[in-house]
């Protein structure tokens, strides 16, 4: 058996500054077998020194020794490509196994699936990423003869500092038995077999001066004149106890929200997640959009920070969290009025139709908020309503001269107008959609059911409430929790009024500013059919248009392509 490694140690990990390294290795991969049966196969090592253990010939590979097997005191980690199945544990004799402080490998693939034969002969370029940050090991293959496409083959969890110290050896180790195997390119000699080795690059990225995931993202925010503080992500770590689980508010498609202390204040700050598809996009649309906003009915966002490829954003503090955990029941919710009131709900309908109307309405340049749904409604220690989650809002001009592009349909499913389906464009009538479907699960205490491209239009909620209210029955979709404590004629119309805010042609629903006329009392309800109208495309517009209601002009965004949940 034998190793051989790059010239210079690599620092891990650094235990007095709390952080790992991340790396990338990229070789050629080529096994062709000199006997038959062929030898055992080879593996892309991190050890804790550079000599070579006794006794580790043969199926132990380089790794470890008999002695060591099992045990922390071994150090090393390895990704073996194991040739011959010389354990029971082994999978095949053709497969890619994590080995840590063990030749019994963590996790092993068989490579069989995947149509390739390590001891081909065949050149397969591998890919060996760390991610330092997310503490992750990848193992993606190449695996044509060609250029192509890397196939991912293992991605699993591991601290590396758990196991390994924190300056390392990186290269590989071999062993032969009593059978040859060749590889290819430069050569290599070590004991008792004969190696070719490839290329090895290996890219170390330094902790003191990351890569820059967004170089212009900094530019782009300070553009904006209306940008909010920049904090630093020492006072972010700190204020989080370093974003310490036990601190962990809730989590969705954008990221992770962390209680936090600033200056004796309660914050509530967001990870941005990077597994998030739009991670970069949303970040910025939070920060310049809702920055510029200022409405007692939205969240106000303090503040940002872009730091070592995080980022970063601080709420005010929302201390009764979002609406769905009351409508739907969290069992980590603790208050002491654990089924809101009728007058609560009003309230809170009322203050997100405020909100909207002044988006829609009250901006100097119009906001489209795109995800509308009850968990972004937060809920102040008044239960007040605040519209959060700016991350798929977009601004465009009152004119309908500016549009935004993007390749996504942009919302969560059960809460998107059937014509989002049709033609892929958000306009100010998809977020009365939205709204609608909201009001009707607030009043219901329901969720409102799934939709995909197939099934669009059968809204569960939508069409669940609308058969009742052919049935002039409409009072039986209320919450069964209030225990008929509720105004019967408020009800009826706020019911109503969600149908008419979903109903199937966006030429008939109402405008925010129509809604908060119908809540306050001051104009009547919308024709709303006792029947559900089919969905029909093209939209037929109606007959005439208030003059007064410029809500609905010029609101339309460009197509989208593709759907994405959040």
């Known amino acids: 058996s034998g190793r051989v490694f790059y010239k210079k140690p690599f620092r891990l990990w650094s235990k007095s500054k709390g952080v790992a390294a991340s790396f990338n290795a990229t070789f050629v991969l080529n096994i062709k077998n000199q006997t038959n049966p062929g030898g055992e196969g080879l593996t892309f090592l991190l050890a804790a020194n550079n000599t070579v253990p006794e006794?580790?010939?043969?199926?132990?590979?380089?790794?470890?020794?008999?002695?060591?097997?099992?045990?922390?005191?071994?150090?090393?980690?390895a990704v073996e490509f194991d040739t011959r199945k010389s354990f029971p544990?082994?999978?095949?004799?053709?497969?890619?196994?994590?080995?840590?402080?063990?030749?019994?490998?963590?996790?092993?693939?068989s490579l069989t699936e995947y149509g390739f034969n390590l001891s081909a002969g065949i050149d397969a370029t591998v890919r060996v990423q760390y991610d330092g940050k997310n503490m992750t090991l990848g193992v993606s293959m190449n695996?044509?003869?060609?250029t192509g496409e890397y196939i991912p083959v293992m991605s699993i969890p591991l601290n590396l500092s758990d196991h390994l110290p924190e300056t390392v050896f990186v290269g590989f180790s071999a062993s032969t038995g009593y059978r040859a195997v060749v590889g290819m390119d430069h050569s290599f000699s070590s004991c008792c077999f004969k190696r070719y080795w490839g290329l090895l690059y290996l890219?170390?990225?330094h902790r003191e001066q990351p890569e820059d995931a967004y170089p212009r993202i900094e530019d782009q925010i300070k553009g904006s004149s209306v940008?909010?503080?920049?904090?630093?992500?020492k006072q972010l770590r700190k204020a989080t106890g370093n974003f310490n689980p036990k601190n962990k508010l809730g989590k969705g498609g954008f990221g992770t929200v962390y209680k936090g202390v600033l200056a004796d204040k309660d914050v509530a700050v967001k990870r941005v997640s990077k597994d998030s598809t739009q991670g970069k996009q949303e970040f910025i649309a939070e920060?310049?959009?809702?920055?510029?906003?200022?409405?007692k009915n939205l969240v106000k966002l303090i503040g940002w920070c872009y730091e070592r490829q995080e980022l970063l954003l601080v709420y005010e503090f929302m201390p009764n969290g979002s609406l769905d955990k009351f409508l739907f029941g969290d069992e980590k919710l603790t208050v002491e009025e654990p089924t809101l009131s009728w007058e609560r709900r009003h309230l809170i309908v009322y203050g997100v139709a405020q909100a909207l109307d002044y988006l829609h309405n009250g901006c100097e340049k119009r906001v489209l908020h795109r995800d509308i749904k009850s968990s972004n409604i937060m809920l102040d220690s008044d239960f007040n309503a605040r519209l959060g989650d700016f991350g798929l809002a977009r601004t465009i001009q009152q004119g309908g001269k500016t549009h935004h592009s993007t390749k996504e349909i942009a919302g969560t499913p059960g809460y998107m107008a059937p014509e989002t389906f049709l033609i892929g464009r958000a306009t100010v009538e998809t977020d009365v959609y939205a709204f609608g479907v909201l009001v009707l699960e607030v009043v219901c205490g329901r969720k409102p059911g799934n939709q995909n491209e197939q099934n669009d239009y059968n809204n569960g909620i939508v069409c669940g409430i609308w058969e009742l209210h052919r049935r002039e029955r409409i009072l039986d979709a209320v919450d069964s929790r209030l225990a008929g404590e509720f105004q019967k004629e408020g009800t009826e119309r706020m019911l109503v009024l969600g149908l008419a805010c979903c109903h199937p042609n966006p030429h008939h629903r109402p405008s925010m500013r129509t809604v908060l006329q119908v809540l306050t009392g001051e104009a009547p309800l919308p024709p709303v059919p006792t029947e559900r109208p089919?969905?029909?495309?093209p939209a037929t517009p109606p007959s005439f248009k208030q003059a007064t209601d410029k809500s609905l002009i010029g609101s339309q965004l460009c197509p989208f392509t593709e759907l994405t949940g959040r």
């Open 203 to 205: 890219l170390r990225k």
């Open 143 to 146: 695996l044509s003869t060609g």
């Open 534 to 537: 089919a969905c029909v495309w």
């Open 287 to 295: 920060v310049t959009t809702i920055g510029s906003l200022h409405h």
């Open 89 to 109: 544990e082994d999978l095949d004799d053709n497969h890619v196994g994590l080995d840590v402080n063990s030749i019994y490998s963590h996790k092993q693939v």
């Open 55 to 77: 006794n580790s010939e043969g199926q132990w590979l380089g790794v470890v020794s008999p002695s060591t097997n099992g045990s922390s005191q071994a150090n090393v980690v």
């Open 227 to 233: 940008a909010p503080r920049k904090f630093q992500l």
